[in-house]
């Protein structure tokens, strides 16, 4: 079974900086896509960046690239988010996620098969 446990949420000035972490449990998560998501309160689940196991090359949304970095250790056992520059806009809970993909392109949902239950992150004005 993989279970992914999120950590590191908090509240935050405007232009401060967060580390989240997800620690990753599961025989196969070194051959996995992982991702962070986030959700903030009535809209959608949308895409922040994400590693696939073929590709060293990361992925981000348009709306974090240059500020948000993602990274995992070379066992694929943990998955981390530094935020820079945080914006009242980057208010969400964030979630990590890990799968296969399975055909869909690593900026949609579908393509994880495991998530965490997420972390709030709050960002004052």
């Known amino acids: 079974q993989v279970q992914l446990v999120e950590s590191g949420g908090g509240s935050v000035q405007a232009g401060g900086s967060l580390k989240l972490s997800c620690a990753a449990s599961?025989?196969?998560?070194?051959?996995?896509?992982m991702a962070w998501f986030r959700q903030a309160p009535g809209k959608e689940r949308e895409f922040v960046a994400a590693?696939?196991?073929?590709?060293?090359?990361?992925h981000y949304a348009d709306s974090v690239k240059g500020r948000f970095t993602i990274s995992r250790d070379n066992a694929g056992n943990i998955l981390y988010l530094q935020m820079n520059s945080l914006k009242p806009e980057d208010t969400a809970v964030y979630y990590c996620a890990a799968g296969g993909q399975g055909g869909f392109t690593i900026v949609d949902r579908m393509a994880y098969d495991f998530w965490g239950v997420g972390t709030q992150v709050t960002v004052s004005s």
């Open positions: 599961g025989r196969t998560l070194s051959n996995y896509a």
């Open positions: 590693l696939t196991w073929i590709s060293t090359t990361p």
